[in-house]
């Protein structure tokens, strides 16, 4: 490669993983020609975008951006890796459990996930089971509307149930007083 070639991927490398939230290191060794294309191709339709580099050059735009954030990846990266750049970071583990089904290859080495390094192909089943942040985020909204919504039924429902609550709430409670006076 020349160097004003490698000088520009390199850039492109950096910008890359400086903007990615969530990426994949994949060993892609043994693969044919064919089989690598097939799993382009369904990246391509799962918006993954894989690139084939090498890992000196991984390794380099990771320290240009701080080289202290992916310290424990870097024994990950031997052998041939494909980086897999996802918006999502459960997408490509969803992706790589399906392809499983045909292939073995490739296989996870490590997965970065808002700055966490998850490595070992053994990990792709947490992986695929993790939760987004738009999913807990979800459950939030719906844990916290609860409360609010079972109020809401409870006014909107029929008005004997609201009234005759009240009214059996309000008996209650004027009986205790009248029993308390009388006490006196």
Do not use: W
Request: aromatic share 8%; hydrophobic share 40%.
């Amino acid at each position: 490669m020349i160097k004003s070639d490698k000088a520009l991927l390199l850039e492109e490398l950096t910008d890359k993983f400086g903007e990615a939230k969530f990426f994949y290191l994949t060993d892609f060794s043994a693969m044919t020609a064919e089989e690598t294309n097939d799993f382009r191709r369904k990246c391509f339709e799962h918006k993954i975008e894989m690139r084939v580099v090498k890992n000196k050059l991984i390794k380099v735009s990771l320290n240009r951006i701080n080289p202290d954030n992916y310290q424990s990846l870097y024994p990950y990266l031997k052998g041939h890796t494909a980086v897999l750049f996802s918006e999502d970071g459960k997408a490509p583990a969803l992706m790589l459990k399906e392809h499983k089904k045909t292939s073995e290859k490739p296989s996870l080495k490590a997965a970065y996930i808002d700055q966490d390094v998850i490595g070992g192909a053994d990990q792709l089943d947490f992986l695929t089971k993790m939760k987004s942040k738009g999913d807990l985020l979800g459950e939030l909204l719906g844990l916290l509307n609860s409360p609010a919504s079972n109020l809401v039924a409870a006014i909107e429902g029929p008005g004997q149930t609201l009234v005759g609550a009240l009214n059996y709430g309000g008996a209650t409670i004027l009986g205790l007083l009248k029993s308390i006076e009388e006490k006196e």
